[in-house]
């Protein structure tokens, strides 16, 4: 269920984004056709993205309280480090800023800020019905996911997205929700702007088994120009990151604005001229000059702090090197090629996307889903796995999305134990089976409270949580030092008698995941927690007690 209304809350949300894009872009923009930048005059394409950078700066320099990093790396920082707990200044940042991108002009994707306002839906929403945080990650998982579907019409590019990017893993437990999310957000998709592919094209496959040595070029330059975007990227952000947020958005908007007066087709998205590469419209120079320009001007954008995604850009660049790659092979070999040049620059596409972003899996998907081409997976899988290992072991490249975390002064680590951790809810592992008292007490006292059989006894003074002892200590004492009919008016001091099995103790809120208990270990130097969450205003209730060693257990087994 919740994954269902993640997807409906995230569907609607990039159903407003486009009617909103898309209907300045209209007003804005002469002739017909959402991206119709090439028919602006050359003063306008330059303005354009000047004006919108500028903009972007002052939204940024007034109401980001110093949020500057959006999309998909901000969601794949908050998962890690924040439980998948995402703003309301972050959501409104995302929508207002990458629309006044996209609406300039800017050399940016759409799909980056759709991913994370269907995050940011999501996980407001689970804040708002206070789930526990590993729930909370799951929504955000489903609502990253309902992104894509819906921007692209592409459920299960949106599933594989998800887990492959931002969930990274493969359980039966995380497939449900987020599928049952995809669905509910293609569907309202669908309703509002239709069930057409993102692109349009006949279709298309490999004409000859001789051509797979085309097939591994395609994915040698996809790798090879996903790795020069990326350490361009890099080089931009890296050596922006000291010059105030408003001067780097206004000198992206230069740099988008001057590649635009020289090449017009780089400016927005650029699905337009994708479409031109699926259908072998664009000649030969033209293509490394749209590739080249793109490169420069979506690494400028996002590099210097532009509110917008890559995965659109990605696909142009791709696009447009596959097609340049099927051209110059047909040219060079003997008799020709007998697949179309389409069928290489939709290589392009899903090998850029798979190396840029070190997703194979959802590279693959994306090419079937977006051209409804089966005929594509066989190829597609050759190019998806040698661009993906050109970028990451040829040439030593992250994703563009961990470049842009790391050069943002921020990190990213994950690892097995970690995802263990974070998927399990303290309140699932913990021990209900306990007794809060005074760590004073009189033996008559403690014998009624043993009767009741706890497990562990959590010890206060002056009301607040002090050490945990597991019950057995007392009714042991009690049994060697007062017999065991124990009675009497002196009291027991509890953090003085011998115990194997007394340890210091935190607190954490139920909500909290293992991982979130590990980092409260280690900060508070204590061996168990308590596990808390206020009932009422001023009362808090204990709801169990978690020690290392259930901990371990827990991800151990």
Request: charged share 15%; net charge negative; proline share 4%.
């Amino acid at each position: 269920m919740l994954g269902l209304l993640s997807g409906v809350l995230a569907g609607s949300v990039i159903v407003l984004f486009r009617y909103l894009v898309e209907g300045f872009q209209d007003f804005m923009l002469p002739g017909t056709g959402a991206e119709n930048y090439e028919a602006l005059p050359a003063w306008a394409r330059v303005a354009l993205p000047v004006g919108g950078g500028l903009l972007l700066g002052i939204i940024f320099r007034l109401w980001s309280g110093g949020q500057y990093v959006l999309g998909i790396a901000s969601v794949m920082e908050r998962l890690a480090y924040h439980q998948g707990y995402l703003t309301v200044r972050g959501f409104f940042l995302q929508f207002g800023g990458a629309a006044v991108a996209i609406i300039s002009g800017q050399s940016v994707g759409r799909e980056g800020p759709h991913v994370y306002l269907g995050a940011a839906a999501a996980s407001l929403f689970g804040q708002r019905l206070a789930l526990p945080n590993n729930t909370i990650r799951s929504m955000v998982g489903c609502g990253a996911a309902a992104g894509i579907a819906a921007s692209f019409n592409t459920p299960l590019a949106g599933v594989i997205f998800a887990l492959e990017v931002l969930m990274l893993e493969y359980t039966l437990a995380s497939f449900m929700p987020i599928i049952l999310a995809t669905v509910s957000a293609t569907a309202i998709s669908n309703a509002a702007l239709g069930t057409e592919p993102a692109f349009s094209v006949h279709t298309m496959h490999i004409g000859s088994l001789t051509e797979l040595p085309v097939v591994i070029m395609v994915g040698l330059v996809a790798g090879t120009a996903s790795a020069v975007f990326v350490r361009l990227l890099r080089l931009f952000a890296s050596h922006s990151q000291r010059i105030p947020i408003w001067w780097r958005t206004s000198l992206a908007g230069l740099i988008v604005g001057l590649c635009g007066w020289l090449v017009p087709e780089v400016l927005g998205i650029g699905y337009d001229t994708v479409q031109d590469s699926l259908h072998g419209e664009i000649a030969l120079g033209l293509l490394l000059i749209l590739a080249a320009t793109k490169i420069v001007a979506t690494s400028a954008s996002v590099g210097l702090g532009i509110p917008g995604g890559m995965i659109g850009p990605a696909f142009f660049i791709g696009a447009t090197l596959g097609s340049l790659t099927g051209i110059a092979a047909d040219q060079l070999i003997p008799g020709g090629l007998g697949s179309e040049t389409g069928f290489y620059a939709l290589l392009g596409m899903g090998g850029m996307m798979a190396a840029a972003m070190h997703a194979p899996l959802a590279g693959l998907t994306a090419m079937v889903e977006l051209t409804y081409n089966p005929g594509i997976i066989m190829p597609g899988m050759l190019v998806v796995t040698v661009a993906s290992l050109t970028a990451s072991e040829l040439f030593r490249t992250e994703s563009l999305f961990i470049t842009m975390l790391k050069t943002s002064g921020l990190d990213y680590k994950t690892d097995p134990v970690l995802q263990a951790l974070r998927r399990v809810s303290v309140g699932s592992v913990m021990s209900r089976s306990f007794e809060r008292l005074n760590h004073h007490i009189e033996p008559g006292k403690a014998q009624e409270l043993l009767a009741r059989q706890p497990e562990w006894l959590i010890l206060t003074r002056d009301s607040q949580p002090v050490s945990l002892m597991k019950a057995i200590e007392l009714a042991r004492y009690l049994q060697e030092t007062r017999g065991p009919d124990a009675t009497g008016k002196e009291e027991i001091d509890l953090l003085s008698i011998p115990a194997t099995h007394r340890f210091d103790i935190a607190g954490i809120h139920l909500a909290a995941t293992l991982q979130e208990a590990l980092d409260r270990l280690r900060e508070t130097g204590s061996e168990a927690l308590f596990v808390e969450r206020m009932a009422a205003p001023a009362i808090t209730r204990i709801y169990g007690v978690l020690t290392r060693e259930m901990l371990e257990s827990a991800y151990r087994y």
